[in-house]
T-cell receptor, first 112, second 112 residues
Framework: GNSVTQMEGPVTLSEEAFLTINCTYT??????LFWYVQYPGEGLQLLLK?????DKGSNKGFEATYRKETTSFHLEKGSVQVSDSAVYFC???????????FGSGTRLLVRP | DVKVTQSSRYLVKRTGEKVFLECVQD?????MFWYRQDPGLGLRLIYF???????EKGDIPEGYSVSREKKERFSLILESASTNQTSMYLC???????????FGPGTRLTVL
């Protein structure tokens, strides 16, 4: 089964609203955690990552903190823009260093 | 910047045809991957390759094969396309020892 769980979308927000996309994972160890973003018509791009507990990844105003206690890596942004409309994927490192396990993705739609 | 390219953005094939999807990366990465992306299912790993001529099955290899004759090129082959293989196919690569995958733009395949 999938060991990365994301909130179902779509998430629809107005411009400048606060964004949270929840992500939880299951793992036996402490894998690296990632958020990837897929803009319309494109492949996935790495948005941010964290490699150990309490690390905070950040990029383009987005943040996520590696929470070992709650096995979570929630994505947040204080003020979303229309250009943030995309599909966001949470992922964790797999059994070997180069494999990833992805969540099912959350579509974000930001309205002007 | 790492560049991962895929041979086609859109492809339409008929049931029973043999289909080749090509992926090329320009950063000398050892590891390459083929995923398919379907709504509500996220990314599912079809095959990956950790070196030239080396390959391993992912989570859903049935109906697919791969070829890696050169380090920079990883091909996905549908021996006899079926309608349930209509999907978005994404290629990715990652350097040995790293955990950050770089994705191509995707090929949207429709099998009629």
């Amino acid at each position: 089964g999938n060991s990365v769980t994301q909130m179902e979308g779509p998430v629809t927000l107005s411009e400048e609203a606060f964004l949270t996309i929840n992500c939880t994972y299951t793992a036996t160890g402490y894998p690296s955690l990632f958020w990837y973003v897929q803009y319309p018509g494109e492949g996935l791009q790495l948005l941010l990552k964290a490699t150990k507990a309490d690390d905070k990844g950040s990029n383009k105003g987005f943040e996520a903190t590696y929470r070992k206690e709650t096995t979570s890596f929630h994505l947040e942004k204080g003020s979303v823009q229309v250009s943030d409309s995309a599909v966001y994927f949470c992922a964790r490192g797999g059994d070997s260093s180069y494999k990833l396990i992805f969540g099912s993705g959350t579509r974000l739609l930001v309205r002007p | 910047d790492v560049k991962v390219t895929q041979s086609s953005r859109y492809l339409v094939k008929r049931t029973g045809e043999k289909v080749f999807l090509e992926c090329v990366q320009d950063m000398d990465h050892e590891n390459m991957f083929w995923y398919r992306q379907d709504p509500g299912l996220g990314l599912r790993l079809i095959y990956f390759s950790y070196d030239v001529k080396m390959k391993e099955k992912g989570d859903i290899p049935e109906g697919y094969s791969v070829s890696r004759e050169k380090k920079e090129r990883f091909s996905l082959i549908l021996e006899s396309a079926s309608t349930n293989q209509t999907s978005m196919y994404l290629c990715a690569s990652v350097a040995g020892g790293s955990d950050t995958q770089y994705f191509g733009p995707g090929t949207r395949l429709t099998v009629l």
